[in-house]
């Protein structure tokens, strides 16, 4: 298996890109919002693998970081995930919205990733609870802006309901600012303003 390739960037498509190493030219299919942290004055670049066989194909799936790879592995091992929706999701959602999601038990992010749908979301939602700590563990070890988010978000959410908000609000309130907030008390902060101009 082939575990990272670095060279020089030939071609760029929306969802892949063909990657010159020792003369030969790897097609390789990316997230989408790689395009967007690839400025276009890089030409060289080191992508993490996976190397997706079947009878009919064989893909190469590229990630800058070990942990989108390790995430895009562990979505592709759930039931009614494959390769390619899995590449929507990374496209979509950092790790630590995945975090967040799970933690805070919001399938709703998910639901706007493409090809996923309402039913598919929930249920990914629910698989990958049962994750949760190892997901939360490729998120910290990452360099993609990830942290382990879920676990401050949650506390936060907790402490709203000790205020009296209800668990649905403080969790809307805390998913709505999570790309925000930097720890529990920030998103306290953040969500009783929401909380307070939708008068609950």
Do not use: W
Request: charged fraction near 20%; charge should be negative.
């Amino acid at each position: 298996m082939i575990g990272y390739l670095r060279g020089t960037i030939q071609q760029r498509r929306e969802s892949s890109l063909v990657l010159e190493c020792n003369g030969v030219g790897y097609e390789i299919l990316i997230p989408k919002s790689m395009q967007h942290q690839l400025s276009d004055d890089v030409d060289s670049v080191l992508l993490h693998t996976h190397q997706y066989v079947r009878p009919e194909s064989q893909n190469l799936y590229g990630f800058l970081t070990v942990a989108e790879r390790d995430m895009f592995r562990i979505l592709i091992n759930i039931s009614s995930i494959g390769p390619s929706i899995a590449l929507n999701i990374l496209s979509e959602l950092q790790i630590s919205d995945l975090v967040a999601c799970v933690k805070l038990e919001d399938a709703k992010p998910l639901q706007k990733v493409p090809r996923l749908g309402k039913a598919t979301a929930a249920k990914l939602l629910i698989e990958l609870s049962s994750k949760i700590d190892y997901v939360a563990e490729v998120a910290q070890s990452g360099t993609t802006g990830g942290t382990a988010t879920g676990s401050y978000l949650d506390d936060a959410r907790e402490a709203l309901i000790v205020m009296g908000f209800s668990n649905r609000d403080a969790r809307s309130a805390v998913v709505a600012v999570h790309d925000q907030a930097e720890t529990a008390e920030h998103a306290i902060q953040l969500a009783l303003g929401i909380l307070g101009s939708t008068g609950t």
